[in-house]
């Protein structure tokens, strides 16, 4: 596996420099989400830090990559590749950067769509994306602390605000993410 410097030298060569900040903060968010909910501190670090590895590839080279590596393209992916950047971040993560932990490829996969039964590692940095200190969104403080507090009702609530957005941009609904939804409403209703 490549060591931290090598996955900045990455990053660095491959983000925009707003993003590449995003993904240093997003990995410092989940590093403190991760002391907090008992997750391991490195699994958080380097989930965070590479999360968005893809972030800024092109649309058509997204689509390429997914289809190479077995990814279905369904009409959600085909007229929004731009979430194809989870999938094929953890392509990267994997097959570029060495990092073979399951938990954290997953983490890497579904951080922009969430998933049914997602792990602690997946919650964590789905809601570090969210909450990380250079986002400026009404109402985050908030949030943040509710993260801290309760974290499937975090979850819940980001993935109820981005099913909202969708909507009101007349984009098409994730299923994963409608899927995530369902399923901690369920679970938590127990
Ligand atoms: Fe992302
Ligand atoms: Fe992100």
Redesign the pocket.
């Known amino acids: 596996m490549w060591n931290e410097s090598e996955m900045l030298h990455y990053l660095q060569e491959n983000l925009s420099d707003k993003r590449f900040r ?2 240093i903060s ?1 990995s410092e968010t989940a590093v403190s989400l991760a002391s907090k909910h008992g997750e391991n501190i490195e699994k958080s670090r380097i989930a965070g830090l590479v ?2 590895c893809a ?1 800024n590839m092109k649309s058509f080279e997204l689509i390429k990559m997914a289809s190479e590596h077995d990814i279905y393209i369904d009409e959600v992916f085909q007229n929004n590749p731009s979430i194809l950047h989870g999938h094929v971040g953890s392509i990267i993560a994997r097959e570029v950067m060495g990092i073979f932990d399951q938990d954290i490829l997953n983490a890497i996969a579904y ?1 922009t769509t969430g998933r049914r039964d997602m792990s602690l590692l997946e919650k964590i940095i789905y809601i570090a ?1 969210y909450i990380e200190p250079l986002r400026k969104i009404s109402g985050i403080e908030e949030f943040r602390s509710l993260s801290y507090v309760d974290l499937d009702a975090a979850v819940i609530k980001s993935l109820e605000n981005s099913i909202e957005y969708v909507i009101s941009e007349n984009q098409l609904l994730q299923l994963d993410t409608v899927g995530a939804r369902n399923y901690l409403l369920i679970k938590n209703r127990r």
């Open positions: 995003h993904s997003v999360h968005d972030k951080h994306d």
